[in-house]
């Protein structure tokens, strides 16, 4: 049954906010050891208790379970959330989820053992130059913005990851490529993220009802405008290419042509002149 006028747009919106808040439960139950994590950690800061050593062990629990639980979960987000801005929006979203988890498992742990590993060295980097040594906060900042440009890359590689059939170090590659080569649509995902993520630390149940799916939404949206500009320069430049060699092969017919008429005119006086009495 389809309603029109208010009560069909009053049915869209329930129906598309059923279908994020869904997906994010889906995500946030793959990812709970990681989140569990997370919490902990926040509790102790807010808190004040627990010492350095309490800290460290927390730390330790994040590098580890990432790769392991939100890497994954969050590419099986992006399959769904792909299948939104393509505009399939009738797929059933639990199996869209865990299809695109089992599938695209592998990949997603092995590109979250890399990204952990970077996040920690840099994150390392950050603390040490901007409180230990002072002298040398530029580095410190550098390497913030280096963090920053990688977070970035990372959602370029979930989108990667489930749009295309490509080997680990193809996505890898390509998400660092798309990630500098698109600077203005990685300063729009960024902006969004980041004000995303404002609101939830304002409100931090919608991290857990809309918030991660949102931003894996408006990630996805400025990867698939970028493929999709990339794909018509790529036929645009296809049939540049094609024009000029049909134009190449038609100057190479006329040539033909020409020599054939010459080669005729040369057969027929030759003709000629054995006629001749």
């Known amino acids: 049954m389809e309603f029109k006028g208010a009560m069909g747009g009053l049915y ?11 997906s994010n439960v889906l995500w946030t139950i793959c990812s709970s050891p990681f989140l569990f994590f997370i919490v902990m950690k926040f ?65 997603s742990m092995l590109g979250g053992l890399i990204y952990t590993l970077l996040f920690f060295v840099m994150y390392f980097d950050v603390t040490i130059y901007m409180t230990r040594m002072p002298d040398f906060k530029i580095v410190g900042i550098l390497m913030l913005v280096l963090m920053i440009v990688l ?65 894996a939404m408006v990630a996805f949206f400025n990867f698939y405008a970028t493929y999709n500009k990339l794909q018509l320069q790529a036929e645009q430049k296809k049939q540049r290419e094609e024009e000029a060699l049909e134009a190449e092969n038609g100057e190479e017919t006329e040539d033909s042509d020409r020599l054939s008429d010459k080669v005729d ?11 001749r009495p």
């Open 151 to 215: 977070m970035v890359s990372m959602f370029n590689f979930f989108s990667v990851v489930v749009h295309y059939q490509m080997t680990f170090k193809q996505v890898m590659s390509n998400s660092i490529l798309l990630t500098i080569a698109r600077p203005i649509r990685v300063f729009t995902t960024l902006v969004a993220g980041v004000l995303l993520a404002f609101i939830g630390l304002k409100y931090p149940a919608l991290y857990f009802v809309c918030i991660p799916s949102l931003i």
């Open 12 to 22: 869209r919106i329930t129906e598309w906010i059923s279908r994020i808040a869904f």
């Open 265 to 275: 005119l040369t057969n027929e006086a030759q003709d000629e002149e054995r006629t």
């Open 43 to 107: 509790l102790l800061m807010a808190t004040g208790q627990g010492g350095v050593s309490e800290q460290v062990t927390l730390n330790w629990g994040l590098a580890i379970s990432a790769p392991f639980t939100v890497f994954p979960a969050t590419s099986a987000l992006f399959t769904v959330v792909r299948k939104w801005v393509m505009g399939n929006t009738d797929v059933s979203t639990f199996k869209t989820f865990f299809k695109g988890y089992k599938e695209n498992y592998l990949k």
